[in-house]
């Protein structure tokens, strides 16, 4: 589904859980707090959040999907063949403060993201505007490392949990 950037302005209520974690509830029952997991990041976006839990930070850079930390979940916390190959899902939003929409050439965002989720769509008046295609997202947060004002906001999608 292409889609019109959203400009939210939520603040990110729940952390985003490593790639693969259960349900929010499961997952708070299931992990140890071992750090496993935050050890086998060798992108370094896990880490210890709230309460030890593992949460992650896509300001270090972004997910290969590598599957390493669910591999190191003794608690099965994270277990990748739960989701059929999706990670997680996760909501990414672009802010109003975005360069390209204030009429400042900019387009980092989109440069990073192999997949094409966000591309940038000419207006009248010769500026571009960031698109979101929500679908073809995977959630991988290199776009939001790049952004030279922090305008990429990604969020879990469901309230309960990153994963359905």
Request: one cysteine or more.
């Amino acid at each position: 589904m292409r889609g019109k950037v959203s400009l939210s302005s939520h603040k990110n209520a729940m952390p985003i859980r490593p790639p693969w974690a259960l349900k929010e509830s499961l997952f708070l029952e299931s992990c140890s707090r071992c750090s496993d997991c935050v050890s086998a990041c060798t992108q370094g976006i896990i880490m210890r959040g709230a309460g030890g839990f593992p949460e992650i930070s896509f300001k270090q850079g972004e997910c290969t999907f590598c599957n390493d930390c669910a591999t190191a979940c003794k608690t099965n916390a994270l277990t990748a063949s739960d989701l059929n190959g999706l990670a997680w899902k996760l909501d990414v939003s672009i802010q109003s403060s975005c360069l390209s929409l204030n009429a400042v050439v900019c387009r980092a965002c989109g440069d990073s993201c192999d997949v094409q989720a966000i591309y940038f769509k000419l207006k009248v008046g010769g500026v571009s505007e960031p698109q979101i295609a929500q679908d073809n997202c995977t959630g991988c947060g290199a776009c939001l490392a790049v952004c030279p004002v922090d305008a990429v906001k990604i969020n879990p999608k469901f309230a309960e949990s990153n994963t359905s």
